[in-house]
T-cell receptor, first 114, second 114 residues
Framework: QKEVEQDPGPLSVPEGAIVSLNCTYS??????FMWYRQYSRKGPELLMY????GNKEDGRFTAQVDKSSKYISLFIRDSQPSDSATYLC??????????????FGKGTKLSVKP | EAQVTQNPRYLITVTGKKLTVTCSQN?????MSWYRQDPGLGLRQIYY???????DKGDVPEGYKVSRKEKRNFPLILESPSPNQTSLYFC?????????????FGPGTRLTVL
């Protein structure tokens, strides 16, 4: 089983829809999770990170971790065409302040239609 | 402007011809990393470096070399490239202790090995 699993999509939604992007992970030892956004022909950029369980909100974006089911989610409210990108979830292997390795999911390609 | 730069951005080469992809960051980051991104496989880490003269293998290091002689530079070396190394390569950097793993990615290098 891959350490971080993500449905590659593609996912197509109308503008204004609520988008739910999901990943599962297998290694419970590491509790830092990130969401990266990658536009076409660009490098990934960090969107949000969460630690352990719970929710974290930033504007239209909410990241959620469910430790019991080993599930991480990213919700996008009032989706915009500018949100069209590939979204990558990642789990950090490592402890404390050290960087460790990032294990990425395969990415979900999202398209928001005007 | 804080950034990670990679050169070249595009490269077509032939099997066995040694090549180097350069990576440089101007943020004084200790941690640097190389990834490759392939359709259906996502982002996978090749090598990473915690600091000058400190490097370690990631998940897919075979066929690659790296060196970290200066803090700002982290070149990726392919001594004898093969067609299975055709891929999109990203360099990334971050600072330790942030906990967030805000890895800043370069723009990518698209490599084709014939």
């Amino acid at each position: 089983q891959k350490e971080v699993e993500q449905d590659p999509g593609p996912l197509s939604v109308p503008e204004g829809a609520i988008v739910s992007l999901n990943c599962t992970y297998s290694n419970s030892a590491f509790q830092y999770f990130m969401w990266y956004r990658q536009y076409s022909r660009k490098g990934p950029e960090l969107l949000m990170y969460t630690y352990s369980s719970g929710n974290k909100e930033d504007g239209r974006f909410t990241a959620q971790v469910d430790k019991s089911s080993k599930y991480i989610s990213l919700f996008i409210r009032d989706s915009q065409p500018s949100d069209s990108a590939t979204y990558l979830c990642a789990q950090r292997r490592g402890y404390g302040g050290s960087q460790g390795n990032l294990i990425f999911g395969k990415g979900t390609k999202l398209s928001v239609k005007p | 402007e804080a950034q990670v730069t990679q050169n070249p951005r595009y490269l077509i080469t032939v099997t066995g011809k040694k090549l180097t992809v350069t990576c440089s960051q101007n943020m004084n980051h200790e941690y640097m990393s190389w990834y490759r991104q392939d359709p259906g496989l996502g982002l996978r880490q090749i090598y990473y470096s915690m600091n000058v003269e400190v490097t370690d293998k990631g998940d897919v290091p075979e066929g690659y070399k790296v060196s970290r002689k200066e803090k700002r530079n982290f070149p990726l070396i392919l001594e004898s490239p093969s067609p299975n190394q055709t891929s999109l390569y990203f360099c990334a950097s971050s600072a330790p202790g942030q906990g967030t793993d805000t890895q800043y990615f370069g723009p990518g290098t698209r490599l084709t090995v014939l």
